[in-house]
């Protein structure tokens, strides 16, 4: 099973940009489908973004669409989300999860904190 870990977080303004990065190890990265959830304090763990195995079809939170764009690169075993006019209300953790299928996630990072300054 592949192990994911992400990075790229932190502090920046509205308006601002910041890149995520979700690094995959143990199995094929290609073999999975990868996607980028997000938890605000005291709501529940929402999608933010998906894209398939060799990133031809992604899809997007209304809330992200036109900011946000996810990515990837399997040659390196890494995933993005790159995160553009940012405001306060996409504060939060952000999670990197991966499946084998487009049914369910099998496994998630750890997530990483992001938070926009008003």
């Known amino acids: 099973q592949v192990q994911l870990v992400e990075s790229g977080g932190g502090l920046v303004q509205a308006g601002g940009s910041l890149r995520l990065s979700c690094a995959a190890s143990g199995r094929t990265f290609s073999s999975y489908v990868m996607a980028w959830f997000r938890q605000a304090p005291g709501k529940e763990r929402e999608f933010v973004a998906r894209i398939t195995w060799e990133g031809r079809s992604t899809t997007y939170a209304d809330s992200v669409k036109g900011r946000f764009t996810i990515s990837r690169d399997n040659a390196k075993n890494t995933g993005f989300l790159q995160m553009n006019n940012l405001k306060p209300e996409d504060t939060a953790v952000y999670y990197c999860?991966?499946?084998?299928?487009?049914?369910?996630?099998?496994?998630w990072g750890q997530g990483t904190q992001v938070t926009v300054s008003s």
């Open positions: 999860t991966a499946g084998a299928t487009l049914l369910k996630w099998d496994v």
